[in-house]
């Protein structure tokens, strides 16, 4: 199954997250903003298959994350999920242009996310 | 002849007596205790004081195939006295936790540098029917039974199976707790967020529209403070128009974004900023104000306003955000409807 880093602000969309997806086997790692983010991605030797990332957090938010993560050839590959409460059209163009894979409202579906996940997965 | 065979019964059935109270001991005490550490202890203790074991420790398996002390001589090995082996380097734990087999202290070179307190030391494995959770290192006399050692051995591996199964169910306790606790706090917030949308949804006086989003900020959403300032298209000023808590006489403030680098950058970005990204105060007329979030109330082109909100805990922030999108799309009706009218 899949290791899977979650980025986000909220202690409580993080668990939403974990709790959904771990009963599914997914490996689950938690960051509470980008430069956390960062930090786990170069604490964990074998990679993360994707990364869940929010858009409003403090220190670094999502974009500069994402933007930071493409220019970095280790991760560059790695496929990003932006789940934020960000609606509107124009930040998800600007995260579409940075790379992100899928693109998820809150409060969302978490089968919808699974099956984002998993569509991402299989290519 | 007959007295020393005596004295040999008797010692024999010394050892034995031993031997079950130990294993009775040990079998009370993991009823009560669910984590590895403390059935090791209770394990090592009992090997050393009731069985012929002269040194005794108990190492488990971690993450990223590795090996840990846990225990030595009935005490618990902490911080960094805690000696880690990687399984991959060295012959002796793959032996153990890969193969899942016995080893004699003769077998390998290795042995005095790995475990240099030991002379004659017996590793055997912890296993359970699916993977080994460690091994036993048991330094004993040469005269004294193997056999018994073994069954100890397996005896653990029962125990600790038993510990670790209580361990997991604990943990998914918890689990099942948390979830619930936040389920019912999505709930409730899903709840005030749709009772808001059906309370402004035929509102047509801008300002009640304002005032409702603070109230529900604070009330239902949990806020500490909360309040709504919006930008003037003339002046390029905000105004404030709506207060809870503090700023009871927030008509009378005006700012300029542009003075309070937090507030700028939320109108230049259209984003949410927060005091932790600059960790200083702004001020809002006389009043300063801490630990605060910035939510831009954004139209279709353009930033109306902004939500100021003071906040004990970081989780409430994507329910006020979602109840600011909501707020926002209504205002841009509102205004559109205000504009034809004026105009």
């Known amino acids: ?123 | 002849m007959q007295e020393a065979l005596l004295q040999e019964m008797l010692m024999t059935y010394k050892e034995i007596y031993n031997q079950l109270v130990s294993l009775k001991h040990i079998v009370y005490s993991s009823i009560i205790l669910s984590d590895p550490t403390s059935v090791a202890t209770i394990f090592s203790k009992q090997l050393k004081e009731k069985l012929n074991v002269t040194r005794n420790s108990i190492w488990l398996v971690e993450k990223k195939r590795k090996v840990k002390e846990i225990v030595c001589d009935g005490e618990i090995v902490e911080g960094k006295n805690a000696r880690i082996i990687d399984i991959e380097s060295s012959e002796i734990c793959k032996k153990l936790v890969k193969e899942q087999l016995m080893v004699w202290n003769s077998s390998f070179p290795e042995q005095k540098k790995l475990f240099p307190d030991f002379k004659q030391p017996i590793f055997l494995p912890i296993k359970t029917k699916v993977a080994t959770i460690g091994f036993l290192v048991l330094e004993r006399d040469e005269a004294s039974d193997t056999e018994i050692y073994q069954f100890f051995a397996h005896f653990a591996s029962m125990i600790f199976e038993i510990a670790l199964l209580h361990q997991k169910v604990e943990e998914q306790q918890k689990e099942v707790a948390e979830m619930n606790q936040i389920l019912s706090l999505q709930n409730e917030q899903l709840s005030t967020l749709y009772h808001v949308g059906l309370k402004i949804i035929g509102m047509s006086n801008i300002s009640q529209v304002l005032d409702i989003m603070a109230k529900t900020s604070v009330t239902d959403l949990k806020a500490k403070k909360a309040f709504v300032f919006i930008l003037d298209k003339k002046t390029n000023m905000l105004k404030g128009v709506s207060s809870e808590g503090d700023l009871e006489n927030i008509s009378s403030v005006v700012v300029d974004p542009y003075s309070l680098p937090a507030i700028k950058q939320s109108l230049e970005s259209g984003r949410i900023s927060n005091y932790s990204d600059y960790n200083s105060p702004i001020k809002l007329g006389e009043y300063l104000s801490q630990n605060y979030v910035i939510f831009p109330i954004r139209g279709k082109d353009i930033v109306h306003g902004f939500l100021i909100i003071e906040i004990e805990q970081e989780d409430i922030i994507d329910s006020i955000s979602i109840l600011v999108n909501y707020i926002s799309m209504i205002l841009d009706k509102l205004i559109i409807q205000k504009d034809q009218c004026d105009g």
Do not use: C, W
Request: no cysteine; hydrophobic share 40%.
């Open chain 1, 1 to 123: 199954m899949s290791k899977i880093l979650v980025i986000d602000d909220s202690s409580t969309i993080r668990k939403m997250v974990q709790y959904s997806l771990q009963p599914k086997g997914h490996t689950m790692v938690l960051a509470e903003d980008g430069v956390d983010g960062f930090e786990k991605l170069e604490e964990e030797e074998e990679g993360f298959d994707v990364i869940i990332l929010d858009i409003n957090m403090p220190r670094m938010d999502g974009l500069e994350f994402l933007k930071k993560l493409k220019q970095t050839p280790a991760y560059s590959s790695i496929p990003v999920i932006i789940l934020t409460t960000e609606g509107q059209n124009a930040d998800k163009d600007k995260a579409f242009k940075l790379g992100a894979k899928a693109y998820f409202v809150k409060p969302f579906k978490p089968n919808e996310l699974l099956y984002g996940i998993e569509k991402i997965l299989k290519g």
